[in-house]
Nanobody, 118 residues
Framework: QVQLAESGGGLVQAGGSLRLSCAVS????????MGWFRQAPGKEREFVAA????????YYADSVKGRFTISRDNAKNTVYLQMNSLKPEDTAVYIC???????????WGQGTRVTVPS
């Protein structure tokens, strides 16, 4: 079955940078649209960024546009989220998402925690 494993979370100071990784197994990686979501304590999960199967199109939430960059390396079956100019409001568990169209399905990782102190 499809499995997703996130890594790279940690504690960084405001203004710093961090790169998250998500390794995918269980199906051909290029079949998946990939994305990142996040969930802060006491809040609902929200969309952060997504990238198309070939990497040719990207999408970002307004709150991270210009600061975060999503990318993928299909040879490594891995999607990345480069986070720059981090803010305290970026503190959350970041969750990797894989989406297929045929058949339509979503798969989720367990998440990796990012903490940015005030």
């Amino acid at each position: 079955q499809v499995q997703l494993a996130e890594s790279g979370g940690g504690l960084v100071q405001a203004g710093g940078s961090l790169r998250l990784s998500c390794a995918v197994s269980g199906r051909t990686f290029s079949d998946y649209h990939m994305g990142w979501f996040r969930q802060a304590p006491g809040k609902e999960r929200e969309f952060v960024a997504a990238v198309s199967r070939s990497g040719g199109r990207t999408y970002y939430a307004d709150s991270v546009k210009g600061r975060f960059t999503i990318s993928r390396d299909n040879a490594k079956n891995t999607v990345y989220l480069q986070m720059n100019s981090l803010k305290p409001e970026d503190t959350a568990v970041y969750i990797c998402n894989a989406r297929t169209v045929y058949p339509a399905a979503d798969y989720w990782g367990q998440g990796t925690r990012v903490t940015v102190p005030s």
